[in-house]
Nanobody, 124 residues
Framework: QVQLVESGGGLVHAGGSLRLSCAAS????????IAWFRQAPGKEREFVAA????????HYADSVKGRFTISRDNAKNTVYLQMNILKTEDTGLYYC?????????????????WGQGTQVTVSS
């Protein structure tokens, strides 16, 4: 069973920073790409960033490029999302997601297992 536990969310002023963490269960964590998504109230869930199983490739939504950085520490089974220069429009519930297929051929992947989410609120 896949377990993904997000942490690090909170309330921050615009221009501030937060670092989200996603701790994953399972010995095969290193075989899977990981992504972050977010969902703002009244809006659909949207892709934020992804990192390949090796960490060699990353992909970002245009709205966060240059401000967010995704990284992984396979020794700790953890993926991070460093978020800088936060904007009010970054507010939302942030989900960690693990691709369903080990060493998947698609990047960023399209089929995921999901965590429960961590809330990020950016105030003006």
């Amino acid at each position: 069973q896949v377990q993904l536990v997000e942490s690090g969310g909170g309330l921050v002023h615009a221009g501030g920073s937060l670092r989200l963490s996603c701790a994953a269960s399972g010995r095969t964590f290193t075989s899977f790409a990981i992504a972050w998504f977010r969902q703002a109230p009244g809006k659909e869930r949207e892709f934020v960033a992804a990192i390949s199983w090796s960490g060699a490739s990353t992909h970002y939504a245009d709205s966060v490029k240059g401000r967010f950085t995704i990284s992984r520490d396979n020794a700790k089974n953890t993926v991070y999302l460093q978020m800088n220069i936060l904007k009010t429009e970054d507010t939302g519930l942030y989900y960690c997601a693990r691709e369903k297929t080990a060493y998947g051929s698609e990047f960023p992947p399209v089929n995921f297992y999901w965590g429960q989410g961590t809330q990020v609120t950016v105030s003006s």
